[in-house]
């Protein structure tokens, strides 16, 4: 099996400060920050016990394509991408909320409006809904981004009111938002896909507001398949998709969903293999692209030489 990165633990010169997210590892140096995509998966906001082969390079690279494709719509953090799990930007200060924008009734959305509720984050759906119906027009449907354990629903109304973001700055995510996922939806379109929903976060600094982290990736969004998806939605079938959501399904079909008392099922060479095998798909599909395994075995060594390298440490 291909080498993968589970965690780094660089201690570079110059380094004022590190952070280890559910995917990703930190590295502060004052103005500018380095994001390592290392191979963890996460699910029901759980990392899951063994990493997967390639899956940092995947969402690196489709994040770095992402946000050059996006950048006249609104300023993005990222500089440069020196390494192919690697990302160097401009530090942010963080707005605590995820946007997530939804065009189609799936996932959570789903399973809330199937357990009767027709209200998700302060937005009404309408009756009559099907899993996997369009939305009229593209909704928001905010979390709060916890550090720790699950992101919470929450409205636009309660995160102005709790002063998470002031309501001139929310109004402006929200017009960003829904810009950038018209740009991901023009492009999904020339691919024969459909983005699905995705999620963006934001910050700033100097007053201005900034794009950061990774857009358009299968962790953060989901994708259908465009030539089947009506046939499929008319005959009520499930939608040929291109996300994370099989190894949610996967979980929740071994009675997983990051529950308390819960365990997760066991990850063996094979699923590992058959999902580094899906993000090696997702990733020619959604970025148009054939992808190209960096194979090296000591992978750790080639990110931190290629970070000093950028940095001229």
Avoid at 17 to 34: L, W
Avoid at 187 to 207: C, H, M, P, Q, W
């Amino acid at each position: 099996m291909a080498s993968s990165v589970k965690e780094t633990n660089f201690n570079l010169e110059g380094q004022t400060g590190f952070y280890r997210g559910k995917v990703r590892d930190v590295y502060d140096f004052g103005d500018k920050v380095v994001m390592v995509a290392s191979d963890r998966i996460s699910a029901f906001d759980v990392v899951l016990p063994r990493p997967i082969p390639h899956k940092g390079q995947v969402l690196n690279q489709i994040a770095a394509k992402f946000l050059n494709l996006t950048k006249d719509i609104v300023p993005n953090w990222f500089l440069a991408a020196p390494d192919p799990n690697v990302s160097v930007g401009i530090r942010c200060e963080t707005f605590p909320v995820e946007m997530v924008v939804r065009g189609y009734l799936v996932g959570h959305a789903w399973r809330t409006y199937k357990s009767g509720l027709r209200t998700l984050c302060g937005v009404t759906l309408p009756d009559g809904m099907k899993e996997n119906d369009k939305f009229e027009t593209p909704i928001i449907t905010p979390t709060t981004k916890a550090h720790e354990g699950h992101d919470e629903d929450i409205s636009r109304e309660d995160i102005i009111a709790k002063g998470l973001v002031s309501e001139e700055k929310y109004i402006q995510l929200e017009k960003y938002a829904l810009a950038l996922f018209q740009r991901g939806t023009e492009i999904a379109s020339e691919r024969n896909l459909i983005l699905v929903d995705t999620k963006y976060e934001f910050g700033e600094k100097d007053g201005v507001i900034y794009l950061i982290d990774e857009v358009h990736t299968p962790d953060s969004s989901r994708y259908f398949i465009a030539d089947s998806y009506q046939e499929n939605l008319e005959k009520g079938l499930p939608q040929k998709q291109l996300s994370k959501e099989f190894v949610r399904e996967w979980l929740i079909a071994n009675n997983f969903q990051g529950k308390e008392g819960q365990t997760v099922p066991e990850m063996t060479d094979e699923k590992v293999s058959e999902i580094s095998n899906r993000y090696i798909e997702l990733y020619e599909k959604v970025a148009g692209e054939k992808f190209i395994a960096n194979e090296e075995e000591d992978v750790l060594n080639r990110i931190e030489k290629n970070i000093k390298n950028y940095l001229g440490l």
